[in-house]
């Protein structure tokens, strides 16, 4: 069956860096597109960052570009955010999602905090 299974989150301080991983299965990753979003308490879910199947066209949020990079390998079904110089407004879960399907993963928790 279908899967999308982010990892990499956690706490981390203003400033630093975390890099999340989606491991796809189910499906012809190569084939599709690939997007990151995220969702704060009590607010909308908002597009972070996209990649063509690919991989040679991103598209960035303009609240994080400059700071984070969307990347993929299609040889390990896997998509990257890796985000740098993390801000308190970071804070989100954040969830990847693959375009061909319509297909979101179950999320993981990015906390920016002293």
């Known amino acids: 069956q279908v899967q999308l299974v982010e990892s990499g989150g956690g706490l981390v301080q203003p400033g630093g860096s975390l890099r999340l991983s989606c491991a796809a299965s189910?499906?012809?990753?190569?084939?599709?597109?690939m997007r990151w979003y995220r969702q704060a308490p009590g607010k909308e879910r908002e597009l972070v960052a996209y990649i063509n199947s690919a991989g040679g066209s991103t598209i960035y949020a303009d609240s994080v570009k400059g700071r984070f990079t969307i990347s993929r390998d299609n040889a390990k079904n896997t998509v990257f955010l890796q985000m740098s110089s993390l801000k308190p407004e970071d804070t989100a879960v954040y969830y990847c999602?693959?375009?061909?399907?319509?297909?979101w993963g179950q999320g993981t928790q990015v906390t920016v905090s002293s």
């Open positions: 189910g499906f012809p990753f190569s084939s599709s597109a």
């Open positions: 999602y693959a375009v061909l399907l319509v297909y």
